[in-house]
């Protein structure tokens, strides 16, 4: 196998991972947002016709949000680790990529392009899993502050919901410092 053929190979290999990463950051979101929208469907049905908000609900949609809270935090853990697999991928294309053609326009239109579409598209998928944990958090909150002040649920109910809430969202804050995107490699 000449150097030629080798490198052919490598960029094949790598550029269908990049594409496989690419699918698995889509379907980690849809699954996500596919939850979140069958949640609140779920309460827009229930509540529809002016239903009763009774005890169970309120604690039961307070224990659903903070499974929402943990989910998000491993879909951002999973989305972050894609991302920086996904930008080793990258380089390695554009390494490949150089070596395997002389025109630099092509080697140099692809460092371009993945610099600015892995930055917006990584970007995007984390904001929005932190705007998630936000609101689920605030989410949360409110539901709690409007069971105890109307005494439509038990305070330990309350304590226990938001208090498990709090400690999701810190865990995602946690989780965020944890996993920064490392700093610029080149090959």
């Not at 169970?56 to 307070?62: D, E, H, S």
């Not at 490949?96 to 598209?121: C, M, N, P, Y």
């Not at 439509?152 to 919901?161: D, E, K, M, R, Y």
Request: glycine content about 6%; proline content about 2%.
């Amino acid at each position: 196998m000449t150097d030629k053929q080798f490198d052919h190979d490598e960029f094949k290999e790598s550029y269908a991972h990049y594409r496989h990463l690419e699918q698995l950051r889509s379907g980690h979101l849809a699954f996500f947002f596919a939850l979140v929208a069958g949640f609140l469907g779920f309460l827009g049905f229930w509540l529809k016709d002016g239903k009763p908000v009774v005890d169970w609900f309120l604690f039961v949609g307070g224990l659903i949000i903070v499974f929402l809270q943990i989910l998000d935090t491993v879909i951002f853990t999973a989305i972050r680790r894609i991302g920086d697999a996904r930008a080793q991928h990258a380089a390695s294309i554009r390494y490949l990529r150089g070596q395997l053609t002389t025109d630099k326009v092509i080697a140099e239109g692809w460092k371009a392009f993945e610099e600015k579409a892995h930055v917006s598209v990584q970007l995007a998928a984390e904001v929005t899993l932190h705007l998630f944990a936000f609101l689920f958090f605030v989410a949360a909150s409110v539901g709690v502050i409007y069971a105890l002040n109307t005494s439509a649920i038990l305070c330990w109910q309350g304590s226990v919901v938001l208090s498990l809430s709090l400690v999701f969202a810190l865990a995602h804050v946690a989780v965020s410092f944890w996993l920064r995107p490392p700093k610029k490699r080149t090959i």
